[in-house]
């Protein structure tokens, strides 16, 4: 799902006038905030904080359940609303962001509702969203400032004219234009060096993702090398998200790149006994798969993989596994349960490994 919004100049019309306010139904607010998690879920990459953003934009946008009577295109004036909302936001957060422990990720939608818990109110909109959002394309706007972001992603994405995009912004038309025009050239620099696929279009589609995403987590559990030498893209990459919130040794804490490399880290998560299980899901409108917690460790949820596909095979692996970028997931798994259950393993596999007493 691609948003297109009319220009916002012809949203809301500054003409006085004494009709009543419209009231809207269930339906209609439940559309509009959909479109203002949106608008702030693409400027934020935060599934929580676009959803705080959705609420603070529909108080805003429809007062005590009604819409304004001179709203005259309810969506796009939810869009630039919420858009400012998410701007001034993200501008005040750049500091934190920037001193971000690890490689950073967004917030994973999956569309399917998680097994171990009830799914947020919203999944459906969030799965509808994530049909046009791949964590690699976040990934790449999170490299642009707040204003080229929000430049881009209202003239590139959402096809606002540059004069509109200016007043949401809070600047002047040639600036909007400048900023939208450095971030699409940073954009096509960046994918031009294989970092992303970076348009708001929907990825393209493998008609037979889902039988290799079996397959991978197939060879994943059973630990076979060569199986998955065979599935993974030569030049694959493995990046991992822990925020800093993960115990040592269960967190991807740099990328892996490289088919040999990304293998045996898969190989080795797996000898050293992991008590988890993967399922296949959709994350942000890509194949991928879901960790879970065995029940032995008191299961729940462990991380999220969106799996990028090219040529029939596994081209990148984005894990998060930062247990404060998973909570509208579901419950999550204990994690310091799961190390100690690790350290158990390693200790009995030395106290096999340990030669006996000579006869």
């Not at 490299?143 to 430049?151: H, K, N, V, Y």
């Not at 740099?254 to 088919?259: E, L, M, N, Q, T």
């Not at 988890?276 to 999220?304: F, H, K, Q, S, W």
């Amino acid at each position: 799902m691609t948003l297109r919004a009319t220009s916002p100049s012809s949203a809301r019309t500054s003409s006085r006038t004494s009709a009543p306010a419209r009231p809207a139904g269930a339906d209609d607010l439940g559309r509009l905030r959909s479109v203002a998690f949106s608008a702030a879920y693409r400027m934020l990459g935060s599934v929580t904080e676009a959803e705080d953003v959705a609420q603070d934009a529909m108080l805003r946008v429809a007062p005590d359940g009604a819409v304004p009577p001179d709203v005259r295109n309810p969506e796009a004036f939810t869009t630039t609303v919420a858009t400012r909302i998410a701007l001034d936001l993200l501008r005040s957060a750049r500091v934190r962001r920037e001193s971000y422990v690890g490689e950073w990720l967004p917030e994973p939608l999956v569309s399917e509702a998680v097994a171990t818990g009830t799914p947020p109110a919203d999944a459906a909109a969030h799965a509808e969203l994530a049909d046009d959002l791949s964590t690699a394309f976040l990934v790449l706007l999170e490299t642009l400032t707040p204003s080229e972001r929000a430049a881009f992603l209202l003239h590139d994405v959402l096809g606002y004219p540059h004069r509109e995009a200016a007043r949401v912004i809070g600047t002047t038309e040639l600036a909007a234009r400048q900023l939208a025009s450095r971030a699409r050239r940073r954009v096509a620099a960046r994918r031009q060096a294989g970092v992303a696929e970076a348009s708001g279009a929907p990825a393209s589609r493998d008609p037979h993702a889902a039988e290799l995403v079996e397959r991978f987590i197939a060879a994943t559990v059973e630990g076979d090398l060569d199986a998955l030498l065979e599935l993974l893209a030569d030049d694959v990459e493995f990046v991992g998200d822990g925020g800093g919130n993960v115990p040592p040794g269960m967190a991807v804490t740099r990328p892996v790149a490289g088919r040999e490399a990304v293998a045996r880290l898969l190989v080795g998560f797996v000898r050293r006994g992991v008590p988890a299980r993967l399922e296949p899901a959709t994350v942000n409108g890509l194949p991928g798969m879901v960790a879970y917690a065995d029940d032995p460790t008191g299961g729940g949820l462990i991380g999220t993989f969106a799996i990028e596909l090219s040529g029939g095979r596994v081209a990148a692996l984005r894990g998060v596994v930062n247990p404060e970028k998973l909570r509208h997931l579901g419950p999550l798994a204990d994690l310091d349960a799961m190390a100690t259950a690790l350290r158990r393993s390693a200790a009995r596999r030395r106290s096999a490994e340990r030669p006996g007493p000579e006869a």
